[in-house]
Structures are given as structure tokens and as C-alpha cells.
């Protein structure tokens, strides 16, 4: 049996508990009201009993029977009361009449007793003998009774008619209990079961769902708990996704330094064995150095002894030497050496550098090749033709350099991965010298960039902290 939802636990436990608290207040409110006719109408009895003692005082001193019957019959004509018998102070029935009622009977009696008084008339004076004997002049003599019997069977039909109205009210306040309940907690359950929903799909995969807010202020927070808790699991997530991708990075690497060991002896010594047999072939046979057999072979061992060196570079460990260097003048000189290097081609760089020193605390020989690196690829990346932009700026202590090109620009699928080793989009390249680059800026504390300039061509940006020994102290 399928276990009942809170809705249901909740408006079940709503509705047992008004019931049965309404069918305490009916039982209650018909006892109370029950004893309360009760006494009222025995109250009645009681003052009926001594309007009608106080009446026959004087038919019962004289044994007036005759008047007794007419009192006896006036009060026996009351819905309620059954019997009337008025007896004298020694027992004697003087009045006895009755009438058949339905239900339970009880009996009220009242004292008849002869009162006098200072002022009294002659006939109730010490010396008048009555059926009682002399009459003292003093107090109050009891010279009989009155007996009434009445029936409750009225009140007991009320009461019952009581009961079943105020049965009916119960039963009505407790379905109007239970639908504004029903109300009231809809909103609430709807919210909690809907965050159920939200957390069943995002338990299925679906990371970036949220809960939506509630309609009432502790769902709303609640909602809003939930959702700071998937973001703090998303930055978790992300964040050992990273981690996990650099321990896969530096195990990569780690294993490329213990093969680089073997690239240098099996690869390097022997490719260097080619280039020398080739030049002493050339030399023998007296072969042209424009030979076109010749310059395949040349092209293809510088190809094959560039790619083995820029591994063996990035598969070493980088270890900064670090000293003072003026960063802007640094730069200046690696745009010098490129200018020369490109002499003959239809490329043109251009620098905006300030002329005022920046002075640094870093490797300069590691920074050289990182920054050269990234200027090398903005010139392959213009075909050796058109314009490089490269400006230097100071701000915060952040030396920035820019390099911009006019190439085709970076698809934006491949942003994140141009920086990894071996990534390239060239048919000669590496994909080793962004990789360099982003690894010795990184072990000098800093971050480089690469996005699409909007007039076309990619921008890359190096932001290096500038740390000097006073800084430290």
C-alpha cells in the first residue's frame, strides 16, 4: 500500500483532530445544557410547590378539600406535572389527583406551615381549637405537605433536538475547519512538493535547474537555501573538475618529462648524425645547397630538431631565476629581434611602450621566450604580411602587455584550448609555444588571455604583478 502524501497526513490529522475536539464540545455543551434545564425547571417545580404550599394554608387548617381540589387541579393543568397531593402534618391524603405523562418522573414537596402574626384576627387567636389542637400565637406551625411529581420527558426531547442541531454545527464547522486548512496548506505542500520535483531532476543530471520561490516566506527561504546549496555543489563540481583536470595535466606532464629523456638520446643524437652525414654528402658528391632534394632534407631536420626542443623545453620543469629587470625595456629589445628576424617580409609591428623603466623582479630569459612565443604566433598568425600592434601600460601594479594581429581570429570553440600543451591549428606547428608562454607567465604569478577583437584579428593580453624586493620587505 502506497504510503499517503503529507497533504493528506496533514488535512487527515486536521480533520481527526477538529472532530474529534467538536464532538468533546457537544458532549460537553449537552451536558452543561442539560443540567442547566434541569435545575431551571426544577427551580419552577420548587416555586410551584410553595406558591401552592403557601395557597392551602388555610384549606388545610380547616380541611377545606373542596378549595384543596381546585388549587390541586389548577396546578395539575401545567404541561410538565403529573401529580399534585396535599397531605396534612400526620400523613393524611386531603388532595389527590393525577394525569398520565410520558418519561422519567422526579418529585418536588413543599412545607405547608400556618404563619402568625401580632395582628391577627380572632379566628387564629391562642385559644381557637383546631383539628391541630390550640394555635400558639408565636412562630410558625408545619401542619402538612405538598407533593408535586412532573415529567423531564419535555426537557429530554429537547435535549435531543439540541444535540442533533448542535451535532450538525459540529459537523459543519469541522468540513469549513477542514477546507480552509486544506487552504491554507495547499501553498505550502505545493511549494515543498515541488522542490521534491526539482531535486529528483536535479539528481537525474539536470545541473543548472533551480527551485523556484515559494509564495509564502519559509518556503521562499527554504527555496532559497536549496538553491544556494546546488550553486555551492556547482562551484564544488567545477572547482574538482579543475583540480582534476590539472592533476591529469601535471601527470601528463610528469610523463613527458620522463620521455623527453628518451627523445634527446634516441631522437635528438641521432637526427644530429642525419644533419651531419647529409652535409658531408653534400660536400662529397658536390651537391648544390639549392639542390631541391637537399633543401627537403634541411627543412624537415630543423622541422624535426625545433619540435624536439620546444618538448624538451615545456617538459622541463620551470624554475625562475629571478632578478631585477625593466620590463619595458625587455620588451623593447624582444621587438627589436623580431624586427630583424622579419626583415624582408611584409609584416609590420608597431609598439606603444613607455619610455620610463618598469622595473620587476622576474626570470628574463624564461619571460623572453614566453613573450616571443605569443608574438611569434600574432605574426604566423598574419601570414608573415599586414600589421602587429603591441602596447605596454602600468596600472595597480600590473604591468600589461597587448598583442593584436590581423589574422582570422580564434574560433571561439577553441578559447579554452589554445593555451593546452600540443593544441595547434597549423599543419607545421607544435602546439607547444602558447602552452610555454602560459606556463612561465603563470609561475610569475600572472594570467594571459586571448579573445577576438571586434575590427577583426585576436588580442592576446599578459597581466604580470609587478613584485620587487621592496615590496617583500
Not at 434541569?38 to 403557601?54: E, P, Q, W
Not at 653534400?282 to 632534407?297: A, W
Request: glycine residues 6%.
Amino acid at each position: 500500500m502506497k504510503n499517503p502524501g503529507i497533504h493528506i497526513r496533514l488535512l487527515g490529522a486536521a480533520f481527526l483532530f477538529i472532530i474529534i475536539a467538536t464532538f468533546i464540545l457537544n458532549v460537553a455543551g449537552v451536558y452543561v445544557t442539560r443540567q442547566f434545564m434541569h435545575k431551571r425547571f426544577k427551580d419552577r417545580i420548587v416555586f410551584l410547590a410553595k406558591y401552592l404550599a403557601s395557597n392551602s394554608e388555610v384549606g388545610v387548617l380547616i380541611r377545606d378539600r373542596s378549595g384543596l381540589n381546585i388549587l390541586a387541579l389548577n396546578l395539575l393543568g401545567e404541561e410538565d406535572v403529573t401529580r399534585v397531593t396535599i397531605m396534612d402534618n400526620i400523613g393524611n391524603i386531603l388532595v389527590d389527583h393525577n394525569r398520565k405523562v410520558r418519561g422519567p418522573l422526579s418529585v418536588v414537596e413543599a412545607p405547608v406551615v400556618f404563619k402568625k402574626n401580632r395582628d391577627e384576627n380572632l379566628l387564629f387567636r391562642s385559644d381557637i381549637k383546631t383539628p391541630f389542637g390550640n394555635i400558639k400565637a408565636k412562630g410558625e406551625d408545619y401542619i402538612g405537605k405538598v407533593r408535586i411529581t412532573f415529567s423531564t420527558h419535555g426537557i429530554d426531547v429537547l435535549m435531543k433536538e439540541i444535540a442533533w442541531q448542535f451535532s450538525f454545527l459540529c459537523v459543519c464547522f469541522a468540513i469549513l475547519a477542514g477546507l480552509v486548512f486544506y487552504l491554507i496548506s495547499r501553498p505550502i505542500v505545493r511549494d515543498v512538493s515541488q522542490l521534491a520535483i526539482t531535486a529528483r531532476q536535479v539528481g537525474r543530471g539536470d545541473l543548472e535547474l533551480r527551485a523556484r520561490s515559494g509564495n509564502l516566506p519559509e518556503t521562499r527561504a527554504l527555496s532559497l537555501a536549496f538553491n544556494a546549496m546546488l550553486d555551492s555543489l556547482e562551484a564544488s563540481r567545477k572547482a574538482f573538475e579543475r583540480v582534476n583536470q590539472e592533476m591529469i595535466q601535471q601527470k601528463a606532464l610528469a610523463e613527458m618529462g620522463r620521455f623527453s629523456l628518451m627523445i634527446a638520446h634516441e631522437v635528438k643524437n641521432p637526427l644530429s648524425i642525419i644533419n651531419s652525414s647529409l652535409d658531408v654528402l653534400i660536400k662529397e658528391l658536390s651537391l648544390s645547397s639549392n639542390n631541391t632534394m637537399v633543401v627537403y632534407i634541411k627543412d624537415e631536420i630543423k622541422r624535426l630538431n625545433r619540435l624536439i626542443e620546444d618538448f624538451l623545453m615545456f617538459a622541463r620543469p620551470v624554475k625562475p631565476t629571478i632578478r631585477s629587470v625593466d620590463l619595458n625595456g625587455m620588451l623593447r629589445d624582444i621587438i627589436e629581434r623580431f624586427e630583424i628576424q622579419q626583415q624582408g617580409l611584409a609584416i609590420d609591428i608597431e609598439s606603444g611602450i613607455p619610455s620610463a623603466p618598469c622595473n620587476a623582479d622576474v626570470d628574463k630569459d624564461l619571460l623572453t621566450r614566453g613573450l616571443s612565443n605569443i608574438i611569434k604566433n600574432a605574426c604566423e598568425s598574419n601570414n608573415e604580411k599586414g600589421r602587429i600592434r603591441i602596447d605596454a601600460s602600468v596600472q595597480d601594479d600590473i604591468w600589461t602587455v597587448e598583442v593584436n594581429d590581423q589574422g582570422e581570429g580564434i574560433d571561439p570553440k577553441n578559447t579554452s584550448k589554445i593555451f593546452e600543451p600540443f593544441f595547434t591549428t597549423r599543419s607545421k606547428g607544435t602546439g607547444l609555444g602558447l602552452a610555454f608562454a602560459s606556463q612561465v607567465i603563470k609561475s610569475h604569478g600572472g594570467i594571459v588571455t586571448a579573445e577576438n577583437r571586434e575590427q577583426g584579428g585576436a588580442l592576446f593580453r599578459v597581466e604580470l604583478p609587478i613584485k620587487t624586493r621592496e615590496h617583500n620587505v
